[in-house]
């Protein structure tokens, strides 16, 4: 028969756990799937920057360009000091990386070209995005109006009063 335990000790056992064990690095991840790896390290080291997705403050997503680098076994994202997406991950360390799609690049210049007669360079970047949640944010007379729309939820309207100055540079 266990031993019964009161709920603060039964959070403190779940919480006991080695953080070492749960971490995998990089290197970790090329001896676990090497192929996956050598294309996900091809991009980083072509590109030099993913798109990192993090969380604010109120829970919702913020995707920024992240130089990117793989040093000793390490996926490393080079933030500088004070920006809001090294705030959002030294509050709330989860993250999510993504890279442009190489197959589409070609397809892209080809349609560009088609419409304008001009074709992006070697070397310039295309990024495809997928729409979960996209919010208008405008300000009048004293209120900010918000429209938001996501994926699961659908399309809301938020209003909230705030301070506005009258004139510009007050």
């Known amino acids: 028969m266990r031993p019964l335990l009161s709920l603060s000790e039964r959070l403190l056992?779940?919480?006991?756990?080695?953080?070492?064990?749960?971490?995998?690095?990089?290197?970790?991840f090329e001896a676990a799937a090497p192929e996956l790896a050598a294309q996900g390290r091809e991009?980083?080291?072509?590109?030099?920057?993913?798109?990192?997705?993090?969380?604010?403050?109120?829970?919702?997503?913020?995707i920024s360009p992240v130089e990117a680098h793989i040093v000793g076994g390490h996926?490393?994202?080079?933030?500088?000091?004070?920006?809001?997406?090294?705030?959002?991950?030294l509050r709330d360390p989860r993250i999510l990386l993504n890279s442009p799609v190489k197959a589409l690049r070609e397809i892209t210049a080809v349609a560009i070209k088609a419409a304008s007669g001009w074709q992006p360079?070697?070397?310039?970047?295309f990024f495809s995005i997928d729409i979960e949640d996209a919010a208008?944010?405008?300000?009048?007379?004293?209120?900010?109006?918000m429209a938001r729309w996501n994926r699961d939820r659908g399309l809301d309207?938020?209003?909230?009063?705030t301070a506005v100055l009258d004139e510009p540079g007050q």
């Open 13 to 28: 056992a779940r919480l006991a756990i080695n953080l070492e064990d749960l971490m995998f690095q990089w290197a970790d």
């Open 43 to 62: 991009l980083i080291e072509s590109f030099r920057f993913v798109l990192a997705g993090t969380i604010r403050r109120d829970g919702t997503p913020r």
């Open 75 to 89: 996926l490393m994202l080079v933030m500088i000091s004070g920006t809001r997406k090294a705030g959002d991950l």
């Open 121 to 125: 360079p070697q070397g310039w970047h």
């Open 136 to 145: 208008f944010i405008a300000w009048k007379a004293g209120e900010m109006q």
């Open 157 to 161: 309207h938020v209003t909230r009063r």
